[in-house]
C-alpha cells in the first residue's frame, strides 16, 4: 500500500466515535492524522502493515479510551468581577429575579465588565479556558452580554476572539448585546434595541468575530417580538442564531426560535409541547444547560423525555457564568445532566460533542472521530465512557490533541 503520509497514528486505543448519534464504540482501535485532520479511524487488525511503518510518530496507548476534543456550546466565560455576593443573597432568600430588578444579577456584571481592561478580561477567561482544557474542552463558544454598549460589546468579542492565543481552544464567539436592558437606557427599551440593530450589529459584522447572534428572551429581559428582532436581523446578516429560551417561563421561545430559523434554543426548562414539536419540524437543537437549572434552583426541568421522543439534537453545555452557572467543571454538568435532567450518559456525551458542534454550525469540521474531520483528540483514564458522568472527581484526562498535535500537558491538571 502506497505511502499514508501520516504524521500521528495512536494506537491500541478504545474510541468512542459519536457517529450516527451513538458513542460509535470501536474496541483496540487506531487513528491516524495528517495535516491536522483525522485520515483513518478503525479496528487496529484492519491497519496494513505498510500503514503503520509509513507514520512519521506511533503513540501506543495502552487500552485508552479516546473521544473527539469536547465541545462547549455555550458559555458566558469573558466578564468582569465576581456574583458571590448574588450567591449570597440567594441564599438568604432572594430570587434570581428579583435581583436582577434591583440592579444586580447580569448588571452588576455589566458594571465590573465595563470597568475591566482587555487585559483583565482576557487573563480571566483564559483561566477559565484552561479550565474547561483540563476536562477535554477544545472548543469554547463564548458570548459577549456584558457590555451592552457597543465598545464593551466589542471588546468582549476581541477578547473572546484572541483566546486562541492563550489557551489551546477554538473559540465560536456570539454577539448577545440582547442580554439585558441596561440601566441608561431604562424606560427606554426601544431605543436601546435600535442601538443593537442600528449600532452594536453592524459594528460586530464590521469587526467579523462573531459567528451567531443570541438574545435572552424572558420577562426580565427581552420580548419575544424584541427577541425575534435581533435574531432576524443577524440571521439575515449571514450570523447563526441562538436563543435564550423559556429558562424562567414560557414565552413561546422554543417556537421563535424554529420560526427565525436559529440553530439552537438553550435551557428550555418552561419549553411547552407545541414549543418541542416546532422545534423538532424545523431542526432547531436543544441546549440543555444543568448547571443553571441546579445553580438557581429551578423549579422545572427541561421536558427531556419529549424531546427526545421527538427527535430533538439535543446538546449539553456548562453554561459557565458568573451568575446563574459557575461552573469550569466538565464532570460535574455530565453528571446533572444525567441524574437532574435523566440523559443517559451516551447522550450527555452527545450532547459534548457531535449535538454540539451541530449547534455551533461546525459539523462537518469536528464532533466526531471520521476521517476528514479535526485531529482534536481527547485521551481519558476511565474504564468506560459513562464513567465520564458517573464518577464526581479529579478531570479523568490524560491526554488533549488539537490539531493533531499532543500537547504537552493538560491544559490544567486537576488531578
Ligand atoms: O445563560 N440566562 C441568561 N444568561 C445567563 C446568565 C447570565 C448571568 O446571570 O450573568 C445564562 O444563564
Ligand atoms: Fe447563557
Given at each position: 500500500?502506497?505511502?499514508?503520509?501520516?504524521?500521528?497514528?495512536?494506537?491500541?486505543?478504545q474510541?468512542?466515535t459519536?457517529?450516527d448519534?451513538?458513542?460509535?464504540?470501536?474496541?483496540?482501535g487506531?487513528?491516524a492524522?495528517?495535516?491536522?485532520?483525522?485520515?483513518w479511524?478503525g479496528?487496529?487488525?484492519?491497519l496494513?502493515?505498510?500503514?503503520?511503518?509509513?507514520?512519521?510518530?506511533?503513540?501506543p496507548?495502552?487500552?485508552?479510551?479516546?473521544?473527539?476534543?469536547?465541545?462547549?456550546?455555550h458559555?458566558?466565560i469573558?466578564?468582569?468581577?465576581?456574583r458571590s455576593d448574588?450567591?449570597?443573597?440567594?441564599?438568604?432568600?432572594?430570587?434570581?429575579?428579583?435581583i436582577?430588578?434591583?440592579?444586580g444579577?447580569i448588571?452588576?456584571?455589566?458594571?465590573a465588565?465595563?470597568?475591566a481592561?482587555m487585559e483583565?478580561?482576557?487573563?480571566?477567561a483564559?483561566?477559565?479556558?484552561?479550565?474547561?482544557?483540563?476536562w477535554?474542552v477544545?472548543?469554547?463558544?463564548v458570548?459577549?452580554?456584558?457590555?451592552?454598549?457597543?465598545?464593551?460589546?466589542?471588546r468582549?468579542?476581541?477578547?473572546?476572539?484572541?483566546?486562541p492565543?492563550?489557551?489551546?481552544?477554538?473559540?465560536?464567539?456570539?454577539?448577545?448585546?440582547?442580554h439585558?436592558?441596561?440601566p441608561?437606557y431604562?424606560g427606554?427599551?426601544?431605543?436601546?434595541?435600535?442601538l443593537?440593530?442600528e449600532?452594536?450589529?453592524?459594528?460586530?459584522?464590521?469587526?467579523?468575530?462573531?459567528?451567531a447572534?443570541d438574545?435572552?428572551?424572558?420577562?426580565?429581559a427581552?420580548?419575544?417580538g424584541?427577541?425575534r428582532?435581533v435574531?432576524?436581523?443577524g440571521?439575515?446578516?449571514?450570523l447563526h442564531g441562538?436563543?435564550?429560551?423559556?429558562?424562567?417561563?414560557?414565552?413561546?421561545?422554543?417556537?421563535?426560535a424554529?420560526?427565525?430559523?436559529?440553530?439552537?434554543?438553550?435551557?428550555?426548562?418552561?419549553?411547552?409541547?407545541?414549543?418541542?414539536?416546532?422545534m423538532?419540524?424545523?431542526?432547531?437543537?436543544?441546549v440543555?444547560?444543568?448547571?443553571?437549572?441546579?445553580?438557581?434552583?429551578?423549579?422545572?426541568?427541561?421536558?427531556?423525555?419529549?424531546?427526545?421522543?421527538?427527535?430533538?439534537?439535543?446538546?449539553?453545555?456548562?453554561?459557565a457564568?458568573?451568575?446563574?452557572?459557575p461552573?469550569?467543571?466538565?464532570?460535574?454538568i455530565?453528571?446533572?445532566?444525567?441524574i437532574?435532567?435523566?440523559?443517559?450518559?451516551?447522550?450527555?456525551?452527545?450532547?459534548?460533542?457531535?449535538?454540539?458542534?451541530?449547534?455551533?454550525?461546525?459539523?462537518?469540521?469536528?464532533?466526531?472521530?471520521e476521517?476528514?474531520k479535526r485531529a482534536?483528540?481527547?485521551?481519558?483514564?476511565v474504564?468506560d465512557?459513562?464513567?465520564?458522568c458517573?464518577w464526581m472527581g479529579?478531570?479523568?484526562l490524560?491526554?488533549l490533541?488539537?490539531?493533531?498535535?499532543?500537547?504537552?500537558?493538560a491544559?490544567?491538571s486537576?488531578?
Open positions: 500500500m502506497a505511502a499514508p503520509g501520516w504524521d500521528r497514528l495512536w494506537t491500541g486505543v474510541l468512542a459519536m457517529t448519534r451513538s458513542l460509535g464504540v470501536i474496541r483496540n487506531a487513528i492524522s495528517a495535516g491536522g485532520r483525522i485520515a479511524v479496528r487496529e487488525v484492519d496494513a502493515a505498510g500503514q503503520r511503518r509509513e507514520a512519521a510518530e506511533v503513540i496507548c495502552g487500552g485508552a479510551w479516546m473521544t473527539p476534543g469536547l465541545i462547549d456550546c458559555t458566558h469573558v466578564f468582569g468581577g465576581d448574588d450567591f449570597r443573597r440567594r441564599l438568604h432568600g432572594e430570587s434570581y429575579s428579583d436582577a430588578r434591583g440592579g444579577g448588571m452588576s456584571t455589566v458594571r465588565t465595563r470597568l481592561s483583565e478580561l482576557t487573563r480571566s483564559a483561566a477559565r479556558g484552561r479550565e474547561l482544557g483540563g477535554g477544545t472548543t469554547i463558544e458570548k459577549s452580554g456584558y457590555g451592552l454598549d457597543l465598545e464593551t460589546e466589542l468582549m468579542l476581541e477578547v473572546a476572539a484572541a483566546l492565543r492563550h489557551i489551546p481552544a477554538d473559540i465560536s464567539p456570539t454577539l448577545l448585546a440582547a439585558a436592558i441596561p441608561e431604562a427606554r427599551r426601544s431605543d436601546y434595541l435600535k443593537i440593530l449600532a452594536i450589529l453592524p459594528a460586530a459584522l464590521e469587526q467579523g468575530h462573531a459567528t447572534i438574545a435572552f428572551c424572558e420577562d426580565i427581552f420580548t419575544p424584541e427577541a428582532a435574531l432576524e436581523a440571521i439575515d446578516a449571514g441562538r436563543l435564550h429560551a423559556d429558562q424562567l417561563s414560557d414565552l413561546g421561545g422554543g417556537a421563535l424554529a420560526e427565525t430559523g436559529a440553530l439552537s434554543a438553550d435551557h428550555l426548562e418552561y419549553l411547552s409541547d407545541a414549543g418541542v414539536r416546532a423538532a419540524s424545523a431542526g432547531v437543537c436543544a440543555l444547560l444543568p448547571g443553571a437549572a441546579y445553580t438557581l434552583g429551578a423549579d422545572r426541568l427541561p421536558p427531556v423525555r419529549a424531546l427526545r421522543r421527538a427527535g430533538v439534537t439535543m446538546a449539553v453545555a456548562t453554561d457564568n458568573p451568575g446563574s452557572s461552573i469550569t467543571n466538565v464532570g460535574m455530565l453528571n446533572l445532566a444525567c437532574r435532567f435523566g440523559l443517559t450518559p451516551e447522550e450527555a456525551l452527545l450532547g459534548f460533542t457531535s449535538a454540539a458542534a451541530r449547534v455551533l454550525g461546525l459539523e462537518d469540521d469536528r464532533g466526531t472521530l476521517p476528514g482534536d483528540l481527547a485521551l481519558w483514564d474504564e465512557p459513562a464513567q465520564l458517573y479529579a478531570s479523568p490524560s491526554s490533541v488539537r490539531d493533531g498535535v499532543p500537547l504537552a500537558v491544559p490544567s486537576p488531578g
